[in-house]
């Protein structure tokens, strides 16, 4: 019997200490983005996956509970995509990836980063639309996204974002009236300019050719 009881606290012992922790979480997540991209800079090389969790990697900022707030990496020569795994990274507040040479789109699951405060994607090679599910990150101050390659039109949604302090989705080849709603009543259209098939701000309450949209 003694032995079945000495078994049966080893099981218990062994399930929670392999139990994954929201750090080791976050370290994957993280993991999988290096996985994703080159690195010829080497800006990556302390980003060790066997470490309990990644706040000691360099770029890594992490508050008091051992969970990642900051991911500074602008003008890190990074080439390659961006992954959903980052919607994993919970309490991260900046994710600063301008300055790289990141294709591909701009995963949908950045807006399941609710404690996002500014997405800085500016001057990559990015594709594809601009997601609506980042309406929902109502933290949001600062969204540069200019300087890519991003097609479709604005989301509408986006107007809620009502933080928002600085946008920035110039030189891309966004289509479609900008809106000017909401949110977005502030900003200029500095904030939209160099998209060839974009049109001037919408007019509200008249029906107008929608700029190139399909
Ligand atoms: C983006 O991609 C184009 C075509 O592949 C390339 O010519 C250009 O240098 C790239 N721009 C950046 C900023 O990496
Ligand atoms: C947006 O970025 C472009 C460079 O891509 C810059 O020239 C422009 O001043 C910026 N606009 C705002 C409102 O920050």
């Known amino acids: 019997m003694?032995?079945?009881?000495?078994l049966h606290l080893l099981f218990v012992l062994l399930s929670t200490t392999l139990a994954p922790t929201a750090a080791n979480t976050e370290g994957d997540a993280l993991y999988a983005l290096r996985r994703a991209?080159?690195?010829?800079?080497?800006?990556?090389?302390s980003w060790d996956p066997t470490?309990?969790?990644p706040c000691t990697w360099f770029h890594v900022t992490c508050d008091g509970d051992d969970r990642v707030t900051?991911?500074?990496?602008?003008n890190a020569k990074l080439s390659g995509s961006l992954v959903p795994d980052?919607?994993?990274l919970e309490r991260l507040q900046y994710l600063e990836l301008y300055k790289n040479d990141l294709v591909g789109s701009i995963p949908e699951e950045l807006g399941e980063l609710k404690s996002l405060?500014?997405?800085?994607?500016?001057h990559n090679n990015l594709t594809g639309p601009?997601?609506?599910s980042l309406s929902t990150l109502t933290n949001l101050k600062f969204l540069r996204l200019n300087g890519n390659r991003l097609t479709g039109r604005i989301p509408r949604e986006l107007t809620k974002l009502g933080n928002l302090k600085i946008l920035n989705v110039s030189n891309n080849n966004l289509c479609g009236t900008f809106p000017t709603s909401g949110a977005f009543s502030k900003f200029s259209e500095d904030s939209f300019m160099n998209?060839?098939?974009?049109?001037?701000?919408?007019?509200?309450?008249f029906v107008r050719y929608d700029g190139g949209c399909k």
Do not use: C, F, Q
């Not at 003694?2 to 000495?6: D, H, N, Q, R």
């Not at 405060?117 to 500016?122: A, E, G, I, R």
């Not at 998209?195 to 001037?200: H, M, R, T």
């Open 195 to 205: 998209n060839p098939i974009l049109e001037g701000p919408e007019l509200m309450g």
């Open 86 to 88: 980052l919607g994993k």
């Open 117 to 122: 405060v500014s997405l800085d994607l500016y």
């Open 2 to 6: 003694a032995i079945w009881t000495l």
């Open 51 to 53: 470490l309990v969790d």
């Open 37 to 45: 991209v080159k690195d010829p800079g080497n800006v990556l090389e």
């Open 130 to 132: 601009i997601p609506a």
């Open 70 to 74: 900051r991911l500074d990496l602008g």
